[in-house]
Nanobody
Framework: QAQVVESGGGLVQPGGSLRLSCTAS????????WAWYRQAPGKKRELVAS???????YYLDSVKGRFTISRENGKYTMELQMDRLAPDDTAVYSC?????????WGQGTQVTVSS
C-alpha cells in the first residue's frame, strides 16, 4: 500500500536544529513533487517547502535562509534541514508527495521549539 512516513521531529531549544526525513514506499511510481507542510494549533496548514524532480524549489518566506529541502533523484527520500528554529516553527510537519496517480500524505511528525 502506498505510504509516506516522516521522521526526525522532536523537542529543540530556540536557535537549535532538526532534520526531518520523508520516505515514500516504492510502489508510488513516478513521484514528481515532494513537499513539507505544517500546521500549528489553531492555525491553517501551510506549505513550508517543496521540490520538484526538475529541481524547482519553493520556501515559505518565514523559513527562507533557515530551512533547506533536498533529495536525490531516483531515491524515495526527501529531507528538510531546519536551522535557527524559533518557537513559531512549532507545528506538526507533514510530507506530501504527488505522482500521476495522485497525492499521498504522511501521518506527520511533531516539532516543538521551546526553552
Amino acid at each position: 500500500q502506498a505510504q509516506v512516513v516522516e521522521s526526525g521531529g522532536g523537542l529543540v531549544q530556540p536557535g537549535g536544529s532538526l532534520r526531518l526525513s520523508c520516505t515514500a514506499s516504492e510502489d508510488i511510481i513516478s513521484i514528481y513533487y515532494w513537499a513539507w507542510y505544517r500546521q500549528a494549533p489553531g492555525k491553517k496548514r501551510e506549505l513550508v517547502a517543496s521540490i520538484t524532480n526538475a529541481g524547482v524549489i519553493y520556501y515559505l518566506d518565514s523559513v527562507k535562509g533557515r530551512f533547506t529541502i533536498s533529495r536525490e533523484n531516483g531515491k524515495y527520500t526527501m529531507e528538510l534541514q531546519m536551522d535557527r528554529l524559533a518557537p513559531d516553527d512549532t507545528a506538526v510537519y507533514s510530507c506530501n508527495v504527488q505522482s500521476p496517480r495522485g497525492g499521498v500524505w504522511g501521518q506527520g511528525t511533531q516539532v516543538t521549539v521551546s526553552s
